[in-house]
């Protein structure tokens, strides 16, 4: 389904010229068309018989080109997507928190089938794949520390609710990345227990020590087994006592978790990984291991499935992600660039732009096939309506920057109806907020943050609200070509108050405009208007308005300018 917010241009343009003959000159018209509600702007100097003409072909063409959009808009809702520029990686995908998502059998906590049943609505919003937070057997709700890497977790399903879950997904086109903790394991899972019990066999799968020193480096990561009984020995464990890390120097061990993994493929038809702490397999000081070990294991899972997706947790920036992507690693999660999202936002001036292009360079000269990972929220993180404090209008621009941006976006699930979700972490992963009397709504955690927040069923029926601003976004961004696939370029315009950037593919070129203040502010296009000048203007949040060659931004608003250079 094509986006609503918009779509005009020259065809309209060059038949009122024609029309204007010289009495007059127009400028540029833009056309929205926003639920039923049709909106026109132009300016130009005209005497009354001309104004005639204008009008006489405004009856004529306009019901000609909406009635061919509305064919159109139909057409493409049952050609099996032949309307979609966007294919995977370059997709939306949906995070989902599995256990908050949608209860899929009546026991108030999010399941596989609770996801399968709520396909259509994650196709009807446009998404390409979805990554499910873990879903193997652990002691925890989080379910990062894995006892079984080889069970599915009875809360979220079984191996079979698994499979018919891939399977209904890909028969929709949307593809399924599982996340795989691979740097530690649970403190209860049999190979530790073993282990703390000093069989040979297993005592080399984790890190023990009784050098003081090195407990004294890092006392927070060394733990005794039995803190009552302490012991000669301790352990590493990174994160928390409950998950110690694997030892990656013993080869039983990479073979163990290589082969799990290539279980899930093999098995389920599975389509990538999400690495949670890929960063931290080895230290800091020992990261070519790291560098080694992932290489290792993407280049043994591709001879499995030659396609297969592996996306990278690693908190840093382009410097420490690059490397990852020359050993196989599809993408590493853009912190940085979330950082600089955030930040442009707040201080209402562009601090994204120049330094997304110097990673991208440094990416290019490891991987020239690099892709990138792109966030606004995520589970361990405050969700995007807290970092802007409660107010919506920025929020729909953040969602506008996110999607105008080149290779993955990765969206949040609940981000789309503006939930807030600040730490600790359960509040980040409250359920999700179907309809009041939907079965599959999940009740494991009370809605602290989200008590007014407007239910999916309330939004879908306000055509202002943040969801549908998501959706067009989303749909917008499939359909089209630049936006898809199009490389990312500095802006020919610059102006305080405003984050500017290119998007491009050939002769065919963007202007992303967001006007990050408070206020209407205008931006001069007459520098795009050349040979061939400006083909359309898409308002991405919020109306804009254009007198001669000054675009007229409100507040918090994003616009696209498509438009070609001689």
């Known amino acids: 389904m094509l986006p609503r917010n918009l779509v005009l241009s020259n065809s309209i343009n060059h038949l009122l010229k024609k029309s204007f ?6 400028f540029f018209v833009i056309l929205q068309t926003r639920s039923s509600r049709l909106d026109i702007y132009f ?38 997507e032949k309307w979609l520029h966007a294919t995977f990686p370059n997709q939306v995908v949906y995070q989902v928190f599995t256990r908050s998502f949608a209860d899929g059998n009546g026991d108030g906590k999010g399941d596989l089938n609770g996801i399968r049943k709520k396909l259509p609505y994650l196709k009807d919003l446009g998404i390409g794949a979805i990554w499910l937070t873990p879903i193997f057997e652990s002691p925890t709700y989080h379910k990062y520390d894995i006892t079984n890497y080889y069970a599915i977790d009875p809360e979220c399903g079984t191996l079979a609710e698994l499979k018919q879950l891939v399977e209904e997904a890909h028969k929709v086109n949307i593809k399924i990345i599982l996340d795989f903790v691979a740097n530690h394991t649970s403190s209860e899972h049999e190979w530790f227990k073993e282990s703390a019990k000093g069989n040979a066999a297993y005592k080399n799968y984790y890190y023990w020590s009784s050098d003081r020193t090195l407990w004294n480096k890092e006392p927070e990561h060394w733990h005794w087994l039995d803190d009552h009984a302490k012991g000669s020995e301790k352990y590493y464990g990174y994160f928390w006592r409950g998950m110690p890390d694997l030892n990656y120097d013993n080869n039983i061990v990479r073979s163990q978790i290589i082969e799990s993994a290539i279980y899930w493929i093999k098995e389920c038809n599975i389509d990538g990984y999400r690495l949670d702490a890929a960063s931290h397999i080895y230290p800091y000081a020992e990261r070519n291991k790291n ?7 993407s280049t043994t899972l591709r001879k499995v ?54 990673a991208y360079k440094n990416y290019d000269r490891h991987n020239p096939m690099f892709s990138d990972a792109l966030i606004l929220s995520n589970h361990d993180n405050p969700r995007i309506m807290d970092e802007v404090e409660g107010n919506i209008d920025k929020a729909k621009q953040a969602a506008a920057i996110l999607f105008t941006l080149p ?18 972490d359960e509040h980040i992963r409250e359920p999700f907020l179907w309809q009041t009397n939907d079965e599959a709504n999940s009740t494991w955690e009370p809605n602290y943050h989200n ?20 959706k067009n976004l989303i749909h917008l961004r499939n359909s089209d070509e630049v936006l898809a696939n199009g490389m990312l370029t500095l802006s020919l315009i610059h102006k305080d108050g405003f984050l500017m950037y290119g998007r491009e593919i050939g002769n065919k070129k963007y202007l992303i405009i967001h006007n990050l203040k408070n206020l209407e502010s205008g ?13 359309k203007i898409i308002s991405l949040n919020h109306i804009s308005r254009l007198q001669a060659y000054q675009l007229f931004i409100p507040a918090f608003g994003s616009v696209m300018v498509a438009y070609e250079m001689p």
């Open 21 to 26: 003959c010289n009495a007059g000159r127009l």
């Open 43 to 80: 300016n130009f100097t005209l005497d009354m018989r001309t104004y005639y003409t204008v009008f006489i072909t405004l009856i004529m063409v306009l019901p000609l080109k909406i009635m061919m959009s509305q064919k159109l808009e139909n057409k493409n809702q049952t050609s099996s």
């Open 291 to 297: 560098y080694e070990w992932w290489k290792q294991f």
């Open 305 to 358: 499935k030659p396609d297969f997706y592996i996306v990278g947790e690693m908190w840093g920036g382009d410097t420490l992600i690059a490397p990852y992507l020359k050993a196989g690693l599809n993408a590493g999660f853009n912190f940085d660039c979330w950082f600089n999202i955030k930040a442009s936002l707040k201080e209402e001036k562009d601090l994204m732009t120049t330094k997304l292009l110097e």
């Open 407 to 424: 290779y993955t976006p990765y969206l949040y699930y609940g981000d789309e109806l503006g939930m807030y979700g600040p730490k600790p």
């Open 451 to 470: 008590k007014t927040t407007a239910r999916l069923s309330e939004q879908i029926a306000d055509t202002n609200s943040i969801y549908h601003v998501y």
């Open 523 to 535: 931006i001069d296009l007459s520098l795009l208007s050349t040979k061939n000048g400006i083909e």
